[in-house]
């Protein structure tokens, strides 16, 4: 039987605390007013206030990691607390309240989405019709025949007669006899497969599809437009691998998608379509206890992830980068040896996600390679220090933490 408890927090104090980690719970507001505040401040961030109804380390509770934010009672507050295992009850007994955290957490990820581009490039790539064209024309150029090819194809489905018509038509006759690209149309197959390298979906995209890895991984990624002061380049969000969902912003918001999803290795996706999420929202409520889940564990990176597309150095960020890696895998609590960790990812990975430039990546890719905490075996970094790679993580957000409040 659900049970939860109410807990009484006076005028000032702090219901969740930055960098502290959860007590395997969150907060629903009952009563009173909350103020979010974080270590960092973004510019132009408006200052958050929370009242009743709203949910507070929901994020940090289901992704398991540290607090993101501050919450501090600005009056004083009564909240419900909600326990982890209580969530799958909680929401069989109250679909709306699931719902909210879903559409909440769908609207911020797309935020990051934006404020990460911003910050990183100090520009954003439009979700228009357009910009499937720019993608297709970036992977092109880079060779990536089946990217290019479905990208294409998207693009001419709803833009026959558009400025990019014509060329767009040119490449895809072209590059299609030599394309492995698979799946140009939707399909009812609850199961597909994609080979290594092909496009489940392009940026800007209409779609309305989700979908769950069976086998292989997929990589969630952003082009980015070409402005006077930098090139087009690509900037890697996640690798997601068996078990992670990805495309339910576009199935819950009805928007186009804001990221490319790409077969990283062979794939085998389960696809879910709008009837059947709303059958499962209220038949199943393991399965939408787990697509919270899985949005708090890409919540969590993405809001990380912004701080650290305001360090300036490009080896601090790649250093960075990479701790935020073992972190979002859970590699700092004992589970694996400290000394000399095998990650998956090459150097060249850890610089895309930070979005460097090309040229930024040629300054700082072999200071990054030579790290005293790096080694770097079969294009493969290798860790040599965990503990030490995170204090010295943390060291350069708080160094920047420290210059903000100048």
Known sequence: MLQLSFINFKKNSFII????LPEDRFYIIQSGKV???HNIEIPGRPVEYLGPGDFIGVVSCMAGQAHVESALAITDTVCIAVKRDQYPELIQKNTPVAMKIIRTFAKRMRELNEAIMMRTTMNVAEDTIDQIFKVAEYYDADDQIDIATFAYYQYLKVQKEGPFAEKA????????KRSHAVY???????IRKYPQGTMIFSEAQSGADMFIIQSGSIKISKVLKETEDSEGREVTFAILKKGDMFGEMALLENKPRSASAIANEDCVLMTINKQNFNQMVTTQPQMIARLT???ATRLWPMQRQ????MLEDPLAKMLDMLALQLEKNHLLNGAVENTNYQTSYSPADIAMMCGLSKED????LYKFITHHLIKIE????????????YKQSLFYRKLLARSMAR
């Open 17 to 20: 605390v930055e960098e502290k």
């Open 35 to 37: 103020q979010i505040t």
């Open 169 to 176: 038509k040119q490449r895809f006759v072209k590059l299609k």
């Open 184 to 190: 140009f149309e939707p399909s009812a197959e609850p």
């Open 293 to 295: 889940t899985t949005f």
């Open 306 to 309: 912004l701080i650290n597309s």
């Open 361 to 364: 990546q040629a300054k700082s």
């Open 378 to 389: 079969k294009n493969k970094v290798i860790v040599k220090d965990i503990e030490e790679l």
